[in-house]
């Protein structure tokens, strides 16, 4: 016996053949079920479609706006956040996410004027604001540009 020789085997199902008289089984409604719009040629609704009734992507209330994944957010510490640090040191973003400092790991840092600072200390950051640079400067320290 070769490969060629095997059969199909006699476990395969003939077709349903609805609407061939009543003698079949399947004569009459042809399975539909009776009346109505589903028991007819053609009679489909479109997806979504709820009888008349206010569809759910209409009942449902409309998102405005966008959320843009592209933005770089910065971690901004203000200057009186870096006055607890000892005189001399050199702060940077290393520096400040071991200490706690940094919440978002991928982005930038910027050092914004808000608050006090009296000790000398150098800051490494990729942006500074304008009062931010002075107040550090005025305290003797440094403000420089990554």
């Known amino acids: 016996m070769k490969l060629c020789d095997l059969g199909s085997p006699e ?5 349903k053949r609805v ?4 003698s079949s089984g399947h004569g009459t409604t042809a399975g539909r079920g009776t009346k109505g719009q589903l028991s007819r040629s053609g009679g489909k609704t479109r997806i979504g479609f709820e009888g008349g009734q206010m ?3 209409r009942r449902l209330p409309h998102l405005k706006g966008f959320k843009n994944t592209r933005k770089k957010e910065n971690n901004i510490i203000n200057v009186g956040e870096l006055d607890r640090f000892n005189e001399g040191s050199i702060i940077d973003y290393d520096f400040l996410e071991k200490n706690g400092l940094i919440t978002n790991k991928t982005g930038s840092l910027k050092i914004l004027g808000k608050g006090e600072i009296t000790k000398k200390i150098t800051v490494r950051a990729n942006f500074f604001s304008k009062t931010a640079i002075g107040k550090i400067e ?3 320290g440094k403000a420089e540009v990554v």
């Not at 476990?11 to 077709?15: A, G, L, P």
């Open 19 to 22: 609407g061939r008289g009543n």
């Open 55 to 57: 569809p759910l992507q």
């Open 11 to 15: 476990s395969i199902k003939k077709r």
């Open 138 to 140: 005025k305290a003797g």
